[in-house]
C-alpha cells in the first residue's frame, strides 16, 4: 500500500512540481535585479496558452521535427522513474539503472539536435553542435561520479541504492564526496543549459546553446519542450539534492516534506548563482566541463579501496 | 567428440554431425554461387540469369548455415567432420560449436542481405564486367568466412584465411579503374598478408606446442615462454584482420572505396574473424593477467581513437569505417574483461564481458550492414560520397531514411535500441570488475572511456544523419536525388527490423549465449541474466516506443486540430534562407574535431581567409588524416628503407661480382662442415 502510495507522490511531484521550481528562479533572479518578477506559476499559464496555439511549421522539417520534442519529454519522464526522490525508493529500480538513467537523457538529446538539424537553419546547426559538444564532455563526469558512490556503497550499480548510500559515505570519504557534488552540480547546470553554461533570458542566438536549438518549434510542440527541460532540470536536481541531503528524517511523509523543501532550496541556489554569475566565454566552456571529469575522476582515486 | 567420415566408403551421418554438413553444403553452395556467372554471358537485353542463379545459391547456402547455427545454438554436441583428401600435413576437421555458431550467424544472415541488394544495387545491365566477377569473389568469401569460423585444423584454417583475404582484395579493387580505389586495395592486401605471416607463426607454434596441426589434440609441452609466444603473434595478426588500433591503416581505405554491399559484408562480418580468432586462441592456449590488460587497453584506445577520427571525417563512408575500429574496440574491451575475470577467477566478468564481447558482435553486424547499406542507397541517388553536398535527401526516400535512422540510434548505442543491450552489458561488467579486487583498473579505464565513447558516438551519428537526410539539400545532386529501389528499401527495413527484434528479444539472445561462455571458460557458472537484468533494458525499449507513439499521437492532433501553417524557416526573421546557410558537418564538429584534440588528431585545416576591403578570393579546406597511417607508419616504414639503402652497393650489377658472392659462399659451406662436430657437441 505504502509502495503505491510512494509511487503516486513521485509521480504527481514529478509532472505537478517543475513548473513551479522554474518560476522560483525567474523570481529569485528579478529580486536581484530590483523587479518584482512574474507570478510563481507563469511557467503553468504559459503551457496552458501554448497548448492552445496554433503552429508555424518550416517547410523544410520532416516528421522528425515533431519527434524531438515527444522523445524530448518522454524520455525525460521514464528517466525519472529510476531516480529516487526524498529517501523513497524510485518507482523502477534494477541492476544497471544509472546507465538507464544517463542514455535515456542521451536520446533525447539526440533527437533535439535532429529536429534542430531538420530546419536547415544555421542558428539551429549551430546550437545543435555546441551542444552536442557540452554534452560529450559532460556525460564522463556523472558517471565517474556514479563510480564514486559504487565504490562507497559496496558495489551496487542501481540509482535508490547508490543513493541511499550517501549518507555512509560521506560519513566514510567527504571528500570523494564533495568533489562528486561540484562535479553534477556542474553536469546539472550544464544539461540543463544554465548560467555559466548557457543564458536562458538572452535569445541572442549567438549566445544561446539551447534556446536557439528550439528556434523553430511553436504552439504545442514549444509546450512539450518547455516542459519537458523543466523535468529534466527537477531530475537532475533531484540528484543533487539526494547528496546534499543524505539522510531521512525518519518517517515517509517527513522525507516528502525535506525533499519539496531541498528542491525550492535547490531552485533558490540556482536563481542566486544566476544573478550573481555571468556567462563563461564560450572557449572557456569546455575547459570547465572537462575540470568537472576531472574532479569525478579525483574523486575515483581518492575513494581508492 | 564424436569423430565422423566422409569421402571415404560413403558418408556416414549421425545426428550429431548435421550443423557440419549443413555447414559445408552452405559454403559448397556459396562457393559455387558466382561460377556460372563467369560462364554464361550477360544478354544483350541486359538480364543475367545467372545473377538470379548466383542470389538463389548464396540464400540458400545462407539458410543453411543461419540453420546449423540455431541447431548448434540450441544444444545440438559439436561433432567433428573430417574431409578425408590426400593433402599433407594431416586430415581438415569441420567442427561447429556454440563459439563458432555465434559467428557463423552473422556471416549467413549479411551476405544473404548483402546479396539481395547487390540486384538492385550493382545490377548486371550497368555493370556487364564488374558484376560476374564481384559475385565470384563475394561467394568465395562467404565460403572462406564459413570455413574460417569452423575449422578445426591449423593448415585448412590458413587456407581459408588467405583465400578470405585474397578475395577481399578483389572485391575492394572492384573499381580498379580509380586511383583511390588501387591504393586501398594494395594496402589492405600488404596489411592483410603481414597479419596472414604471424598467423602462419600462430598456427606452427600451436603444432609445436601440441604436435599437431590438430587443435582438438591436447599439448604435449605446457611452457609459458611458448604460449606467450602464440598470443602474441595470434593477437597481432587477428588484431590486423579485426582492425584494431596501430592496426587499423587499411580499414578506412578499404571500407570507403568498394561497393557498398561489400562494404557491409567486410565491416560487419570480416572484422569479426580477428575477433572470432582471438576467442578461438585464448580457448585453446590460457593467458594471464598480461595478456588481459594489452587486450583491455587496446580495446579502449581504439575505441576512443576510432570514434575521434570518424567525427572528423567528410565523406559517410569513411565515418561508418571509423566507427566500425570504434565498436571492435568496444569489443576488444569487453574480450580483455573476460580475459581479467578468466585470469583472476571471478565469475562475473567472465559471464558479462564474454557475453557483451558476443552480443555486441552480432548488433554491430546487423547495425552496420544496415548503415553501410543505406550508404549505398545514398551513393546510388546521389554520385557522391562527400556529406557536404547532400542534405534534404528524407523527404527523396523516406522509408530508407527511416531504416538509417534505426541504424543510426543503434550504432550510437542509445536505447531503445540494440547497440545500447550490449554496451549496457559491458558497462555492468566494468562496474564489478570496479568491485572485485584485481580487475579494479579494468572498471576505472572502462567507464569513463565507455562514457566519452558514448558522447563523441552521439556527436557523430547526429553529424552523420543530419548533414545527409536532414535540412535542405546543399547542391544540385542532392537536389535531384532519386528514391532507391523497392529491392533495396526492403533489405533496409528488414535489418532495421532486426535491430528492433534483437532489442526487444536481448534477454532471450544472452541465455542463447549462455552455452558459448560454458565452452570458452569451462568451470564458470554465473548466470548472465541474474547478474544483469536485460529483461529491465527491453521493457525500457517498449516503453520508450509506445510512450513516444502514444505522445507522437496526442500532439499531432493537437497540432492539427489547433492548426498549422507552412512558412520558410524563421531563420531569426532573415525570411530568405539559402541552403548554403546552413550548418555543414564540417561546421558541426569543427570544435569537437579540431580544438578539443590532441594535435595529432586534429582536423587540418587549409585556409586562406578574405582579406582587406575588396578581397579577391578566400578558400578553405580541412583534411582529416590518419596519424598512424600518414605520419607514424610511413615514418617508420621511410626510416627503415631508408636505412638499408647501403645493402644496394651489393647489388652492383656485375656478374663476375655474384658469381664471386656464390663461391665465397660455397667455401663459407665447405669450412662450416669441417668446423662443425669442434663447435658443436
Known sequence: MSAFVDVAVHLALLLAMPPLLLGVIGRVKARFAGRDGPPLFQLYFDLAKLWRKATVQSVTTTTLFRVGPVLGLVTVVLAALVVPFGHHPAPVAFTGDVVLFAYLLALGRFFTIAAALDTGSAFEGMGASREATFSCLAEPALLLGVMVLSKLSGGSVSLTALLDGAAAGWARAAGPMALVLAAWAIVMLVENSRIPFDDPNTHLELTMVHEVMVLDHSGPALGLILYGSALKLFVLGALVEALVVPVGSGSAAGDWVVFVAGMFALALAIGVVESTMTRLRLLRVPQLLVGASLLSAFGVLMSGR | ?681
Open chain 2, 1 to 681: 567428440m564424436l569423430r565422423g567420415e566422409l569421402f571415404r566408403g560413403g558418408p556416414r551421418l549421425t545426428t550429431h554431425l548435421i550443423p557440419e554438413t549443413l555447414v559445408l553444403v552452405a559454403t559448397l553452395a556459396w562457393g559455387a554461387s558466382g561460377v556460372p556467372g563467369l560462364f554464361l554471358p550477360v544478354r544483350p537485353d541486359g538480364r543475367d540469369p545467372a545473377h538470379a542463379l548466383s542470389t538463389a545459391l548464396g540464400l540458400v547456402g545462407s539458410a543453411l548455415a543461419v540453420a546449423a547455427a540455431v541447431l548448434s545454438l540450441s544444444g545440438v554436441v559439436a561433432g567433428a567432420l573430417e574431409l578425408r583428401w590426400p593433402v599433407p600435413f594431416g586430415v581438415p576437421v569441420l567442427s561447429v560449436d556454440a563459439l563458432s555458431a555465434v559467428f557463423v550467424l552473422p556471416v549467413a544472415v549479411v551476405s544473404a542481405a548483402g546479396a539481395v541488394y547487390g540486384r538492385s544495387y550493382w545490377p548486371s545491365s550497368v555493370h556487364p564486367r564488374s558484376g560476374p566477377w564481384l559475385r565470384f569473389w563475394y561467394g568465395l568469401l562467404t565460403a572462406a568466412m564459413l570455413v574460417v569460423m569452423t575449422a578445426r585444423h591449423g593448415l585448412f584454417f590458413l587456407f581459408a584465411w588467405e583465400i578470405m583475404a585474397v578475395a577481399a582484395f578483389f572485391l575492394v579493387s572492384t573499381e580498379h579503374e580509380k586511383q583511390d580505389v588501387r591504393r586501398a586495395g594494395w594496402i589492405y592486401l600488404v596489411s592483410a598478408h603481414v597479419g596472414a605471416l604471424f598467423l602462419f607463426a600462430m598456427v606452427a607454434l600451436l603444432a609445436l606446442r601440441s604436435g599437431s596441426y590438430d587443435w582438438a589434440a591436447r599439448p604435449t609441452s605446457t611452457s609459458t615462454t611458448l604460449d606467450t609466444a602464440i598470443f602474441a603473434c595470434g593477437l597481432v595478426g587477428f588484431a590486423l584482420k579485426a582492425g584494431v588500433t596501430p592496426f587499423h591503416f587499411w580499414l578506412p581505405g578499404a571500407h570507403a572505396n568498394s561497393p557498398s554491399h561489400v562494404s557491409a559484408m567486410l565491416s560487419g562480418v570480416m572484422l569479426k574473424t580477428g575477433v572470432y580468432g582471438v576467442l578461438r586462441l585464448t580457448s585453446l592456449v590460457p593467458t594471464g593477467t598480461g595478456a588481459a590488460t594489452v587486450v583491455l587497453v587496446a580495446g579502449a584506445f581504439s575505441a576512443v581513437y576510432g570514434i575521434a577520427m570518424a567525427l572528423g571525417q567528410a565523406d559517410y563512408k569513411r565515418t561508418l569505417a571509423y566507427s566500425s575500429i570504434e565498436h571492435i574496440g568496444i569489443i576488444f574491451l569487453a574480450i580483455g574483461l573476460a580475459l581479467l575475470g578468466r585470469a583472476t577467477g571471478e565469475a562475473p566478468l567472465v559471464v558479462l564481458g564474454l557475453t557483451a564481447a558476443l552480443l555486441h558482435t552480432w548488433n554491430h553486424a546487423l547495425f552496420k550492414s544496415l548503415l553501410f547499406l543505406g550508404a549505398g542507397a545514398v551513393l546510388h541517388a546521389t554520385g557522391t560520397r562527400a556529406m557536404d553536398r547532400l542534405g534534404g535527401l528524407w523527404p527523396k526516400m523516406p522509408r530508407a531514411a527511416a531504416a538509417v535512422l534505426v541504424g543510426v540510434v543503434s550504432a550510437a548505442g542509445l536505447p531503445p535500441l540494440n547497440g545500447f543491450a550490449s554496451e549496457w552489458l559491458l558497462y555492468l561488467g566494468l562496474f564489478a570488475a570496479l568491485g572485485s579486487g584485481h580487475g579494479a583498473f579494468a572498471g576505472t579505464l572502462g567507464v569513463p572511456v565507455l562514457a566519452l565513447v558514448g558522447g563523441l558516438a552521439l556527436a557523430t551519428f547526429a553529424k552523420l544523419f543530419g548533414t545527409v537526410f536532414l535540412g535542405a539539400p546543399r547542391t544540385e545532386v542532392a537536389a535531384r536525388a532519386h528514391a532507391p529501389s523497392p529491392g533495396m528499401t526492403g533489405t533496409l527495413a528488414v535489418l532495421a527490423g532486426g535491430c528492433v527484434a534483437a532489442s526487444v528479444a536481448s534477454p532471450l539472445l544472452v541465455r542463447t549465449l549462455a552455452g558459448v561462455v560454458g565452452t570458452w571458460a569451462p568451470g564458470v557458472h554465473a548466470d548472465a541474466l541474474a547478474l544483469a537484468p536485460l529483461g529491465w533494458i527491453s521493457l525500457s525499449a517498449v516503453a520508450v516506443a509506445l510512450a513516444g507513439a502514444a505522445l507522437f499521437a496526442v500532439l499531432s492532433r493537437r497540432i492539427a486540430h489547433q492548426g498549422v501553417t507552412r512558412q520558410v524557416t524563421w531563420d531569426c526573421g532573415f525570411a530568405a534562407p539559402t541552403s548554403r546557410m546552413q550548418y555543414t558537418g564540417r561546421s558541426f564538429s569543427a570544435w569537437l574535431a579540431g580544438r578539443l584534440q590532441p594535435q595529432w588528431t586534429r582536423v587540418q585545416l587549409d585556409e586562406e581567409r578574405a582579406q582587406g576591403l575588396f578581397p579577391r578570393s578566400a578558400r578553405f579546406d580541412s583534411r582529416a588524416e590518419d596519424p598512424f597511417k600518414q605520419r607514424w607508419y610511413r615514418l617508420a616504414l621511410e626510416t627503415f628503407a631508408g636505412g638499408s639503402f647501403w645493402l644496394r652497393r651489393f647489388q652492383a650489377g656485375v656478374m663476375n661480382l655474384y658469381l664471386l658472392y656464390l663461391l665465397v659462399t660455397l667455401l663459407a659451406m665447405f669450412a662450416w662442415s669441417f668446423v662443425r662436430p669442434w663447435v658443436l657437441p
